[in-house]
């Protein structure tokens, strides 16, 4: 799919140098519907691979989550989201109403020089700021046990629904003594030394917890994506299709959300169509070899390869751009990010004035138009890409669940702002799973990648809710302390 230049004719302008430079960069970010197909097809593969006993580069955890609300979970919880930015801590009050929730919540920053602190802190401030909720909202009252969603948005292997071991550390977090060890136990100390009345009744990824909270609301959500800093996605699955739990003896019909961390998709480097500077981006990353296809589409990544794209150019001898100008801000890795992109394919005007502002004041380069022009269609190719790319994660679910038609809930930066990502995603699903043309142009597709409920908060306060109930049922499948989940009630 090839999108428009932003000045019609003005390619004619361009010297000759930049316009063999745009056609190799077309060239070399141009996924077509052919390698759409091939991916796709070895993406099944794959997340077959992870559910296996074996297991694969893409991990498919098994979340406990077993099943969906039925909308007539009721009650108040807790809600934690540690994200890379921000910590959001929620109160969600689930009334009688079907389907309905209210919601109180307040945000907390996290500090940068926690990312790479000790584990000790790290508790300790996730701790200082419930408290500090608690204190806020339920000044004066009396609460016993309150349960809490905890939303854990990193790679963690969960053996139990109230455990969690962390894989590894993404999203730019460095803490030593955390990986491979069990995050519970520090997180629920933290909580005891304050003697708070919170009792942790899941650990939840964000991305189960956007299944969940979207199917809450409408019944067609059948898979959960994040399109953000990272990506992922989580759909439910039988047990009888997941040979690695079959020790368990599980009902084969019995749903299980899967969390698929498919942000490692084709670490092998089998299939996906990595260019030069891909390659340079994982090299120097903190974990090389590993989120191949995150790093090829997340907002974290997006501006990055723009950045090197563009110093490639500078010291390219045959090219002439940014001629005479210091380009050391340029220089300076992750100085860009997907909102720079954004900005530049959200410029209306003709003669890119908006693009040549942004270059001036973040970078303290003055653009030629045909680097404007250049700039624009790199811009886009980026962009496009990543939203192609990404649509495969969800043309592969639909393809091993045999599912023609649903709604799927999407969340994340790169989703909710970055232009066009929805409709060129669109456009890739369409290819990718051969879907007849509309008939009249307003039909919907017949999968629908919408916006989704709040997967972190009201997913998180849905799946403690959940939890509760199906130890009150006797279904004790992982849960690790039935008790104290009892008794959060």
Known sequence: MSVNMSAQGSMADI?????????????IFTVDQAKLKEIVQHFVKELEKGLSKEGGNIPMNTTWVMGYPDGNETGSFLALDMGGTNLRVCEIILPEEKGEFDIIQSKYRMPEELKSGTAEELWEYIADCLQQFIEYHHEDEELTHIPLGFTFSYPATQDYIDHGVLQRWTKGFDIDGVEGKDVVPPFEAALKK???PIQLAALINDTTGTLIASHYTDQ???????FGTGCNAA?????GSVPKIAHLNLPPD????????????????????RTKYDIMIDRD???????????????LYLGEVFRLVMVDLHENKDVKIFEGQDISKLKKPYTLDASFLSLIEEDPFENLSETADLFQNKLGLNLTKPELELSRRLAELVGTRAARLSACGVGAICTKKNIKSCHVGADGSVFNKYPH??????????EMLDWPDKTKRTDPDPVEIKPAEDGSGVGAALI??????????GNMAGIKNPDSIKHSA
Do not use: W
């Not at 990353?285 to 907002?299: C, L, N």
């Open 254 to 273: 019995l749903p299980i959300a899967i969390n698929c961390e498919y942000g490692a998709f084709d670490n092998e480097h089998v299939v996906l169509p």
């Open 464 to 473: 403690a809710a959940l939890t509760i109930k199906r130890v009150k049922e």
């Open 220 to 226: 067609k959500m059948q898979i959960g994506c994040i």
């Open 285 to 299: 990353s903190p974990r090389p070899g590993q989120q191949a296809f995150e790093k090829m589409i997340a907002g």
């Open 194 to 196: 304050r003697g708070l």
């Open 235 to 239: 759909y439910m699955e039988d047990c």
């Open 15 to 27: 010297p000759k140098d930049l316009l063999e430079q745009i056609k190799e960069l077309e060239r």
């Open 421 to 430: 990502f929805k409709a060129r995603g669109a456009q890739a699903l369409r």
